[in-house]
């Protein structure tokens, strides 16, 4: 490489030093105007591109290297300021040496300018030989670096080096083939147009990457280079696109869709990840962002959307209930399937550890969406409310946990809990504002279910006029949101009697069409055992509504939970612990009440300051009357005069009366947004107060 650098020197200063010698003012004033017959530039750029390649070819080169953090950035800024340096002045030269015919059409016009003609060919070889050298320096390995992240498996053969420093023998001799295989073609300027397209997409990737990488965020991404800007990076892979589309459009169309098809290829073909990248770190970032962006928006009842703790002891039975919670989600909510572990001790981390692989293989198994969770605590009832206070962050937090009914709990787990310490824990759960649903699903029935199309489905929900009803309703809905409940029908089965039937159902339909759910309202005599099943045997899943009382689980109709259970199919138990409002306007809400104050307070402002300009005004002319009492009193003025003035005066008292009276206003009014502001704590007192009336 020394002895190649010292040909190029010579030659390079043969040719600068023939230039000065054989300068001609006249023959660069002619050439400074372009040629009408010039090729077009972007022709010229793609040429040329490949010339300017070697800049990077010290990165290829990077594990050779003894401090390639500081080798790279200096060696190719020198590089590219160097060159950059010789390749406009040698263009000056050519411009004041030779005329345009020459330039043109004469490939060796560089002899005719040197001083030494014969160094140029020295030159040329000593060029060919340094891209030559370099390529096969860089490409091979690059190739075998390729073929050992076994990224393309028929390049695997291309991974073994030779000798201690493990050289790419087979990549230089596939480099070689290509390169006489090219050379055999004999018109290079139709081959670098091409060269240019791959040297373009490789360099905006790279720019484009570190932009990428730079936008994640990541704690891991710490770049030495001072000057780095992810800007930079982001223009130079947008110059780079703009530089593939101007030299040959279709060409650069085809060269980007070479380059997803291939992306497309890996992304089925490879399998897991066999490095780090920087997707998850950016889908962090995002969360980041948008958790916090959501935590400076007011909660509103619209934006309701299940967060769901699915509690699972029983992996026979885990799989159900997990679909259920992914049915019950309708592609709006989370599931973090939960198991919680009795003990203390080192030996519980590990039992923790296996518990958690164990969750992500089940939920791998059914290809759902959850989240694996194992929780140690001392006691079940800890861990339930440790969890049901603690989960989530910033505004996603738990709003609904989901378990199996009691009877189809594992023998151990059911000794283990026993009736009284499920209903306390069920209890702890609500009490902490939890939505409870509590599945009853026999594997014969879910047999059934499974072999039952979409359209045939029916989904029976019996009403209870509170957030319990809404709340069952608006699950039944988010269940059709789900391939594979679409088209299934929604009943909504409503106690009445028969004198306003007609009425009850009229005022239904009104109502199910102002909350924007499709389901058809039927009218029931009663809510016995009997009536229950007529109505719901033949439907694929039944939501019913339940009641805490004590420590025990009731539902508000005449028949007992265990005896309905068995006679109907699929059955899921709703307790709701927050009032969801279905038809809730955009309008309402904590934004609409902290707006209304606002308003509140716009208006009492524009009163103060009305009533405050007539109360300078009343008291600028009390303050003319007064003094116009003055003189009349020295005068003995008459007493019409007198009343005149004092009548004034008295206005003067009442326009200061209205001014207190409208500063007492506007302090009213900021008490009022005050209160709205911090309306959030006085809903969630409301809250506490009627779970504790619930029977």
């Known amino acids: ?29 002619q050439n400074w105007t372009p040629s009408p017959s010039a090729p077009d530039f972007w022709i010229l750029f793609a ?66 300018v040197a001083i030494i003609s014969f160094l140029i060919h020295v030159g040329v070889i000593a060029a060919t030989l340094s891209s030559a050298m370099a390529s096969f320096l860089g490409a091979p390995r690059i190739l075998q670096s390729l073929a050992g992240d076994r990224i393309f498996t028929f390049l695997l053969p ?67 280079f001072r000057w780095f800007d992810s800007r930079l990076s982001l223009f130079g892979c947008l110059a780079c696109l703009g530089a593939i589309l101007s030299i040959n459009l279709a060409a650069g169309a085809v060269a980007i869709a070479v380059l997803f098809a291939i992306y497309q290829y890996l992304k089925r073909t490879t399998g897991p990840a066999r490095w780090a990248d920087s997707r998850r770190s950016y889908y962090l970032q995002q969360v980041r962002a948008n958790l916090l962006s959501a935590a400076l928006e007011p909660e509103h009842p619209r934006d309701w959307r299940p967060q769901i703790l699915a509690f699972s002891n029983d992996s026979r039975r885990r799989g159900q209930l997990l679909r259920f919670a992914s049915w019950l989600e309708g592609g709006s909510g989370t599931t973090s399937v939960v198991r919680i572990l009795e003990g203390e001790g080192v030996k519980m981390l590990r039992m923790k550890e ?89 594997e014969d029935e879910w047999s059934i279910l499974g072999k039952q199309p979409s359209k045939e489905r029916t989904i029976d929900v019996w009403w209870r006029d509170d957030p319990t009803g809404n709340l069952m309703l608006l699950f039944a809905y988010l269940m059709t949101r789900n391939d594979s409940w679409e088209g299934a029908k929604i009943r909504l089965l409503v106690v009445g009697s028969g004198a306003d039937r007609k009425s009850a159902l009229e005022n239904w339909q009104k109502t199910l069409q102002d909350v924007r759910i499709e389901a058809k309202p039927i009218i029931v005599k009663n809510t016995s055992e009997d009536t229950i099943v007529e109505h719901s045997s033949e439907a694929s899943v039944v939501f019913f509504p339940f009641r805490l009382k004590g420590n025990d689980l009731m539902i508000p109709m005449d028949a007992k939970i265990e005896s309905l259970i068995s006679r109907l199919p699929i059955i899921a138990m709703v307790l709701a612990a927050q009032d969801i409002e279905l038809d809730a306007e955009p309008e ?93 704590a006085i809903l969630d007192k409301e809250g506490d107060e009627k779970k504790e009336e619930s029977p």
């Not at 790419?168 to 070689?176: C, N």
């Not at 019409?640 to 004092?646: A, I, Q, T």
């Open 354 to 442: 296996e518990a958690e692989d164990t969750l992500r293989r089940d939920i791998n198994s059914h290809g759902l969406n959850a989240f694996p969770l194992v929780v140690v605590a001392p006691k079940l009832h800890i861990g339930v409310q440790i969890l049901v206070q603690g989960f989530g962050i910033g505004p996603l937090k738990c709003n609904t946990i989901l378990l199996n009914w009691l009877n189809q709990l594992p023998e151990g787990i059911l000794g283990l809990l026993g009736e009284t310490k499920y209903g306390q824990n069920l209890r702890s759960a609500f009490r902490f504002g939890s939505n409870i649903v509590i599945l009853n699903a026999d």
């Open 588 to 680: 309402e809400g904590k934004a609409g009440d902290l707006a209304a104050a606002m308003d509140v307070l716009s208006d009492a402002e524009k009163k103060a300051r009305q009533a405050e300009e007539e109360a300078a005004k009343a008291a600028e002319e009390a303050e003319k009357k007064a003094k116009e009492l003055d003189s009349a009193m020295s005068c003995e003025a008459d007493e019409e005069l007198m009343s005149s003035v004092k009548a004034t005066l008295k206005a003067r008292e009442d326009a200061e009366k209205a001014a207190r009276r409208a500063a007492k206003a506007l302090a009213k009014a900021e008490n009022a947004v005050r209160e709205a502001k911090a309306q959030g």
């Open 158 to 224: 291309f991974a073994k080096g030779h000798g201690d420093a493990g050289n790419p023998r087979r990549g230089v001799l596939l480099s070689a083939g290509i390169a006489f295989a090219t050379i055999a073609l004999g018109r290079l300027n139709l081959i670098a147009p091409v060269v240019s397209m791959f040297f373009l997409i490789s360099y905006g990737l790279l720019n484009y990457a570190t932009y990428y990488e730079a936008r994640t965020s990541s704690p891991s991404f710490r770049p030495t």
């Open 47 to 112: 040429i040329f591109f490949p010339a300017v390649t070697g800049f990077t070819q010290g990165v290829s080169m990077s594990g050779d290297l003894k401090d390639p953090g500081k080798s790279l950035p200096v060696g190719t800024f020198m590089a590219v300021g160097i060159s950059i340096l010789i390749y406009f002045g040698a263009a000056f030269v050519f411009a004041g040496t030779l005329p345009g015919s020459v330039l043109t059409d004469d490939y060796s016009a560089m002899k005719k």
């Open 1 to 29: 490489q020394y002895v190649i650098m010292a040909c190029l020197a010579t030659s390079l200063i043969s040719f600068f030093v023939g230039g000065f010698v054989k300068w001609d003012n006249a023959i660069l004033t």
